[in-house]
Every structure is written in structure tokens, then in C-alpha cells.
């Protein structure tokens, strides 16, 4: 009976940490598919308050999953049309630069979110790191 007890207590803190990372990484995948979709239909020039802005919204989609101070959270934001994007790794924000968040071999007008964070799940005598990463892309259809 120990022996059956403690071997199902390892599976359930094995169910309960991978349990929390899948809803972290729903979390996070909610916050990339709303950022991408409020940068499509956010007007104005593509500058630090427009980045910000985007930022923010993936923030507050992902209830506390990208906070600043979360380990190995970063957000990457990038306006394909102008070629300029913005990451914030680790609550540290780099200034606009050329590129994109990853490649997706597509050609039109887009804005592209990338989101990870780094969690660990359990097993009583192991634990792994697992790096959540969600991206998502947004066409639109505006004169720029």
C-alpha cells in the first residue's frame, strides 16, 4: 500500500504541474492571437507607443503570464510593411530594429507576435524546464 501510495502521489503532482503549463500555454496563446489581431486594426504610425500598445494588450491577455518579472518571459512585436519590431525579453525592452519575430514565408501586409515564458514541471524526484512558445500572425488591409 505505501509502495502504490507514493508512486500515485508522483503521478499526481505530475498531472497537477503539467495541468498549470498547459493552461499557462493557452494563457499565452491567447495573449499572441489577441495582440496580432488589435495590431491589425491599430491605426497611427509604427513607433514606440505603437509597440507599446501592442505589448500591452498581449500583457493583459495573458492574466499575469508575460509580467516583467515572470521567468523567461518575452514578447516580440513586428510590422512586417515597415520591417521594424520590438522584443522585450525579460522585462528588458530593445529599441526598434529591422527583422521579423520568425519566419513564416508569407509576403503581405501582417503583423507577427511571438510569446514565451519558461515553466517547470514536476515529478517529485525530477522537474523539467519546458519553454512555452506561442505566435501568431495577423493580415490586414489598410493604406499605410
Same mark, same amino acid.
Given at each position: ?9 508522483? !503521478?499526481?503532482? /505530475? %498531472?497537477?504541474?503539467?495541468? #498549470?503549463?498547459?493552461?499557462?500555454? $493557452? *494563457? ?37 503570464? !508575460?509580467?516583467? /518579472? %515572470?521567468?523567461?518571459?518575452? #514578447?516580440?512585436?513586428?510590422?512586417? $510593411? *515597415? ?62
Amino acid at each position: 500500500m505505501a509502495f502504490i501510495f507514493s508512486l500515485l502521489v508522483m !503521478l499526481l503532482v /505530475g %498531472v497537477v504541474t503539467s495541468a #498549470i503549463a498547459f493552461g499557462q500555454k $493557452n *494563457s499565452i496563446e491567447n495573449a499572441a492571437r489577441e495582440a496580432s489581431r488589435y495590431a491589425a486594426t491599430l491605426p497611427g504610425a509604427i513607433d514606440a507607443t505603437w509597440f507599446a500598445t501592442v505589448r500591452n494588450v498581449a500583457r493583459e491577455a495573458a492574466q499575469g503570464n !508575460l509580467d516583467p /518579472g %515572470v521567468d523567461g518571459q518575452y #514578447i516580440c512585436v513586428a510590422h512586417i $510593411n *515597415s520591417g521594424l519590431r520590438q522584443v522585450e525579453d525579460g522585462g528588458v525592452l530593445s529599441p526598434p530594429e529591422s527583422g521579423m519575430c520568425y519566419p513564416d514565408g508569407l509576403t503581405e501586409s501582417r503583423v507577427q507576435i511571438e510569446t514565451r515564458r519558461v515553466t517547470e514541471i514536476n515529478a517529485a524526484f525530477f522537474s523539467v524546464d519546458v519553454t512555452l512558445r506561442a505566435p501568431a500572425t495577423a493580415r490586414y488591409e489598410r493604406a499605410e
